[in-house]
């Protein structure tokens, strides 16, 4: 083999063993940006009404992950674009990792935003939504909720709702305590679901925020709920699916099918998003 056949070999196999490098470093790479990010499952039902107006959507970067759930409200179909259109702008929003990195402001703007966009494509009462949101990374759960979305953390064999809502009920709760109402007016409400906030108002101000960050600490499961999902199958019920073998996408099946073999007559839409964190 002459000297010019030895230089192109070592070449060769220089080259050869630079590209072999270059592919285990990617694989690698990818293998830690996945290690640690949450498995999911959605599920909905249209129950006993005529259109489906429940709307989720996730988005994964490598900064973490987002989920949301819209309930819409409204004439004809406009819930269902209400609740569409605030997923979207979730999504759209979130798709950018830099929202990651400041969770309250971020979602401030994200519903804000659905907001404008849902007064612009409706006429006025015509659609709206309730609307909750959770922010994961770094083993920390973040949340807002506009509306009678509910976000809870199943761990220790207990599901426990993180989050209160915009229900007469809540508010009668927090008036009563800051003795703005008496005991007797606040328990005549107690039990009055109807709200008075959610995004697709003029009038719309107010976000419930996370006080602090919840830690997760592995194995717990996050759950978005509507409220025809938490307000027709029962809690236990709802704990022992979760409790059960399967995926988070068999534990999201068997949610849903809680609310469709209810006796509940006009059961509504109900829908929910489950997320395991390793």
Same mark, same amino acid.
């Given at each position: 083999?002459?000297?010019?056949?030895?230089?192109?070999?070592?070449?060769?196999?220089?080259?050869?063993?630079?590209?072999?490098?270059?592919?285990?470093?990617?694989?690698?790479?990818?293998?830690?940006?996945?290690?640690? %990010?949450?498995?999911?499952g959605?599920?909905?039902?249209?129950g006993?009404?005529?259109?489906?107006?429940?709307?989720?959507?996730?988005?994964?970067?490598?900064?973490?992950?987002?989920?949301?759930?819209?309930?819409?409200?409204?004439?004809?179909?406009?819930?269902?674009?209400?609740?569409?259109?605030?997923?979207?702008?979730?999504?759209?929003?979130?798709?950018?990792?830099?929202a990651?990195y400041?969770?309250?402001?971020?979602?401030?703007?994200? %519903?804000?935003?659905?907001?404008?966009?849902?007064?612009?494509?409706?006429?006025?009462?015509?659609?709206?939504?309730?609307?909750?949101?959770?922010?994961?990374?770094?083993?920390?759960?973040?949340?807002?909720?506009?509306?009678?979305?509910?976000?809870?953390v199943?761990?220790?064999?207990?599901?426990?709702?993180?989050?209160?809502?915009h229900?007469?009920?809540?508010?009668?709760?927090?008036?009563?305590?800051?003795?703005?109402?008496?005991?007797?007016?606040?328990?005549?409400?107690?039990?009055?679901?109807?709200?008075?906030?959610?995004?697709?108002?003029?009038? %719309?101000?107010?976000?419930?925020?996370?006080?602090?960050?919840?830690?997760l600490?592995?194995?717990?499961?996050?759950?978005?709920?509507?409220?025809?999902?938490?307000?027709?199958?029962?809690?236990?019920?709802?704990?022992?699916?979760?409790?059960?073998?399967?995926?988070?996408?068999d534990?999201?099946?068997?949610?849903?099918?809680?609310?469709?073999?209810?006796?509940?007559?006009?059961?509504?839409?109900?829908?929910?998003?489950?997320?395991?964190?390793?």
């Amino acid at each position: 083999m002459t000297i010019p056949e030895v230089i192109i070999l070592l070449l060769f196999l220089f080259v050869t063993v630079l590209i072999a490098e270059r592919v285990r470093l990617s694989v690698h790479s990818k293998k830690g940006r996945n290690r640690g %990010f949450c498995e999911t499952g959605t599920s909905k039902t249209i129950g006993d009404r005529e259109v489906q107006e429940d709307e989720y959507g996730i988005t994964e970067t490598g900064e973490g992950l987002m989920a949301v759930l819209a309930d819409g409200m409204g004439k004809h179909y406009g819930g269902k674009i209400a609740s569409r259109t605030a997923v979207n702008v979730f999504r759209d929003l979130f798709e950018d990792r830099n929202a990651f990195y400041n969770p309250q402001y971020s979602f401030r703007r994200a %519903f804000q935003a659905a907001n404008r966009e849902i007064l612009n494509q409706l006429e006025e009462n015509q659609g709206s939504a309730s609307v909750g949101v959770v922010l994961i990374k770094n083993r920390k759960l973040y949340y807002a909720v506009v509306g009678n979305v509910k976000i809870a953390v199943y761990r220790n064999h207990e599901l426990v709702p993180v989050s209160s809502g915009h229900t007469i009920g809540v508010l009668a709760n927090q008036k009563y305590e800051e003795g703005k109402l008496t005991r007797q007016e606040a328990l005549s409400l107690l039990n009055h679901h109807r709200l008075y906030n959610f995004v697709g108002r003029d009038g %719309f101000r107010d976000v419930e925020f996370f006080d602090t960050p919840i830690t997760l600490y592995g194995g717990e499961y996050v759950l978005l709920m509507s409220d025809g999902m938490y307000e027709t199958a029962r809690w236990k019920d709802m704990e022992d699916c979760l409790e059960g073998e399967g995926s988070c996408q068999d534990k999201a099946f068997r949610l849903v099918e809680l609310v469709n073999r209810s006796e509940e007559e006009e059961k509504d839409n109900a829908s929910v998003v489950v997320i395991n964190i390793p």
